[in-house]
């Protein structure tokens, strides 16, 4: 009985979230011009990784610094098989036969992105998840580390710090906001099962919940590699969206951006994680936008380089400190006049 | 035996490093329970207080012209100042905030200093020449090392036992034990909260900026990414020797800096680049034999 009323109860969710996600395709596809195109796209990327991030990081309430790692192991895919065999035996020459040979589509590269990036969350996270609390913070900090420097001196296979080039971009949206209601339901369906709820009473109440049967090293585990393939998918389509990964793209930057958006949305909220998205990213092409120059009578006024990520940390910390929570605390749209419950503060293990 | 000594020194120079910059995150951790993620840019901005702001590949030396004896307090004050007005203006207000929210806020901190010195200086690396007299090689016990490697190990040293007298014998450092200890016990018997945290971080500051010193007169250039790397492996020391304490914080990060550089020695030469994504899974199999890290520091358990 319980089941199918949490179904019908939060569904709404993530249908009004990609309702939101859907206004926004649209608007892109009437507008119809090239930059706003890759703007709307970069955001449907974002959403993929802080939902991605939501995943593990909402339901558990353990901060992670890592998972751009992942979303690094899944660009790497899709440059090992989507490229042309004959680039691929200049750029990254010790790549092995049958995959030098490999040429297939995105989709396919993005699920072998999810994949292999859900196969070294299982890895990674067997190890990590026996710790809890800020030794596993800094722990999936090591782990971004650690994946950066292998694939910045590991030359054969992903040529070391040099960009890899020539993946096939893909300029429609479509394909991107697929990806992005396909993160957001599987977050959403992962919530509500029967891990995700086992795994967010741990959070509040991490005493009880053991108390009550809950393997918390095993739920995290599961949220791990879930929240690690929607990374590598993502990370993939993001190598499809520019054309050439290197290992710097993911790295600090990308974890920082992600973070903040979850953090301003709501770290314990899908919507949240969402919202946080589409409020940061318009924040932060307002600024591009600046950085680049604004014409005011003759002359042009720009904004001096890092004045963008200097804004963001700046809402970030104004967000952390007047409203720990996030923007949505651990609510969500629901479509249905706003609960009276107090939006709490996640956990901290 | 010139050999041996060589890595024993190496070891023990980089091991000072990482044991300055973990002993800089303890300090603050110790008082309140914030990992703080801005330390790595503070020991940038210490480098980059020396040089005038300009986006050109050459560095425009300005402070960094002055004497060594006043170099030296120079950018020491530099770091503590920098780290007491983040504590004034960020930190203060996450007091009762829970660890992951600090800790989130420190990291955003951190990108605020990174982007402010990038706005400034551009992200291109500048050469620099800091305290140059400190290259020169010294023959000792058989091994030729840099002058700079011996002063970097007697510095710590030294900065190690004058940290233990001053902990140890004087008022503000039983304080500061007494707060690292059970911050709200302590305030209970009259320790003043402010003056202690923000001792911390004046002196966790000063380490910073100490790192910096050494980092720049050791690589010769600066970068705003600098103290990044030298930061995760003295968090890594701290969490390893035990959140919170420091003597633990102090031989995990000589113990860093040995298997570094004994990895380096017995690495194949294909796999030295990798030493760093060694040294990272070495720690991840310490934190599984023991989660609680070495020297496990009082107050850090999870209670029940």
């Known amino acids: 009985m319980a089941r199918p009323s949490i179904l019908r109860r939060t569904i709404a969710t993530p249908l009004i979230l990609s309702a939101l996600l859907m206004a926004f395709a649209l608007v892109a596809w009437f507008a119809g011009s090239r930059p706003f195109n890759q703007t709307v796209i970069d955001i449907f990327l974002q959403v993929v990784f802080v939902v991605g991030l939501y995943t593990f990081v909402g339901n558990s309430g353990v901060i992670s610094f890592g998972h751009i790692a992942f979303a690094c192991l899944g660009g790497y895919v899709a440059a090992w098989t989507t490229i042309k065999p004959m680039m691929k035996g200049m750029a990254m020459p010790g790549l092995p036969d049958w995959l030098m040979q490999l040429e297939i589509p995105f989709w396919a590269a993005a699920l072998a992105g999810g994949g292999f ?39 054969s296979v992903t040529a070391a710090t040099s960009s890899v080039v020539g993946i096939p971009i893909i300029r429609t949206i479509w394909p991107y906001l697929i990806a992005a209601i396909l993160a957001v339901f ?13 795994l967010r009473a741990a959070r509040d109440e991490p005493t009880a919940a053991a108390a009550s049967g809950v393997n918390i090293t095993r739920m995290r585990l599961i949220a791990f590699v879930i929240s690690g393939a929607i990374m ?118 | 035996m010139g050999g041996l000594m060589q890595v024993v020194f190496d070891a023990l120079s980089l091991g000072s490093l990482y044991a300055l910059g973990a002993l800089g995150i303890a ?3 110790g008082v309140m329970r914030l990992v703080n993620f801005a330390h790595g840019d503070v020991i940038a901005f210490s480098v980059f207080a020396l040089l005038w ?20 307090p120079f950018t020491l004050l530099v770091g503590a100042g920098l780290s007491v007005l983040s504590e004034m203006v960020v930190f203060r207000r996450f007091r009762h905030a829970n660890p ?30 800091l305290l140059p007299g400190l290259s020169q090689p010294v023959e000792l016990l058989g091994a030729r090392i840099p002058l700079l490697q011996l002063i970097t190990i007697l510095v710590t040293i030294g900065v190690l036992i004058g940290l233990t007298a001053f902990l140890r014998r004087t008022r503000f450092g039983l304080e500061m034990r007494a707060a690292a200890e059970n911050f709200t016990m302590a305030r209970m018997l009259g320790v003043r909260a402010n003056r202690v945290i923000m001792g911390a971080f004046a002196l966790s500051g000063a380490l910073a900026a100490a790192v910096a010193l050494i980092l720049g007169s050791q690589t010769g250039t600066a970068n705003i990414m600098m103290g990044a790397s030298v930061m995760l492996m003295a968090f890594i020391a701290t969490v390893i ?16 800096g040995t298997i570094a550089t004994v990895m380096q020695v017995i690495l194949p030469p294909d796999a030295r680049a990798f030493r760093d994504a060694f040294v990272y899974g070495a720690v991840i199999l310490v934190l599984i034999l023991r989660p609680q890290g070495l020297l496990a520091g009082r107050g850090t358990k999870e209670r029940v």
Not at chain 1, 126 to 134: C, D, E, K, N, T
Not at chain 1, 191 to 197: H, W
Not at chain 2, 111 to 124: A, E, G, H, Q
Not at chain 2, 241 to 256: Q, T
């Open chain 1, 117 to 155: 990036a859900a196969f070294w969350a299982l890895v990674f996270g067997a190890v990590l998840m026996r710790l809890s609390g800020i030794a596993a913070s800094i722990a999936t900090f090591a782990m971004l580390a650690m994946v950066n420097s292998i694939y910045s001196n590991w030359s």
């Open chain 1, 186 to 198: 599987i977050a959403w369906a992962f919530s509500i099962s029967r891990y995700g709820l086992a």
């Open chain 1, 232 to 349: 590598g998918a993502g990370g993939a389509l993001y190598a499809h969206s520019i054309g050439l990964v290197t290992p710097d793209t993911f790295y600090l930057g990308l974890t920082f951006t992600t973070l903040s958006m979850l953090v301003v949305g709501g770290i314990g909220s899908l919507s949240g994680a969402v919202l946080g998205v589409l409020i940061l990213s318009s924040l932060i092409q307002g600024l591009r936008w600046l950085e680049a120059g604004v014409q005011v009578g003759t002359s042009t006024i720009a904004l001096p380089g890092g004045v963008q990520e200097i804004a963001l940390g700046v809402v970030m910390i104004a967000i952390l400190m007047f409203r720990p929570a996030g923007i949505m605390g651990n609510s969500e749209l629901t479509g249905r006049r706003a609960r009276t419950e107090k939006p709490g503060q996640p956990g901290t293990n």
């Open chain 2, 27 to 29: 300090l603050i951790f």
């Open chain 2, 53 to 72: 702001p300009s986006v050109d590949a050459v560095a425009i030396i300005f402070a960094g012209n002055l004497p060594w004896f006043l170099l030296i």
């Open chain 2, 100 to 129: 992951a929210t600090m800790m989130i806020a420190s990291f955003a901190l951190g990108f605020v200093i990174r982007y402010f010195l990038l706005m400034l200086f551009s992200s291109r690396p500048k050469s620099i020449s």
């Open chain 2, 241 to 256: 020797g035990g959140m919170g304490s420091l003597a633990g914080a102090v031989i995990a990060g000589f113990a860093l």
